[in-house]
């Protein structure tokens, strides 16, 4: 008797393989990117996480800015290089954001003083 060695039938074969949730070809257990279909094959419980969807990370970064980073370095998904490049990027944005809320400040702070409506009031800076 002759067993044709499919993928379904040659459980030998089979022990290493799985199949992908994308295309359904056989592919190596331990492989994270379908060798067919290219897709991304990382656990679902890792990188399908709501929290780690771009949108939400881009959202977040926007809205909280430097706060939101721990979310970028959990995130499966993001390279060394992309995080480390975010994280820059993010700490520069902010401290040109808190040098130019300073800077507003104090023309704020001049002005009032100027219009006298801050007679005895001495700022720190
Ligand atoms: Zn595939």
Partial sequence: MLIEPTSEQNTGLAENLKKCPFCAELIQKEAILCRYCHKDLVPPDKSKKWYYSTSVV????????????????????????????????????????????????????????????????????
């Fill in 58 to 125: 881009v959202l977040a970064l926007l809205t909280f800015g430097p706060l939101a980073l721990p979310l970028v370095w959990a995130n499966p998904r993001c390279s060394l290089m992309l995080k480390l490049t975010i994280t820059v990027v993010i700490i520069a944005l902010s401290a040109a954001l808190i040098y130019a809320m300073m800077g507003m400040y104090n023309m704020l702070m001049d002005q009032i003083r100027m219009l006298g409506l801050l007679p005895q009031f001495n700022p720190v800076c």
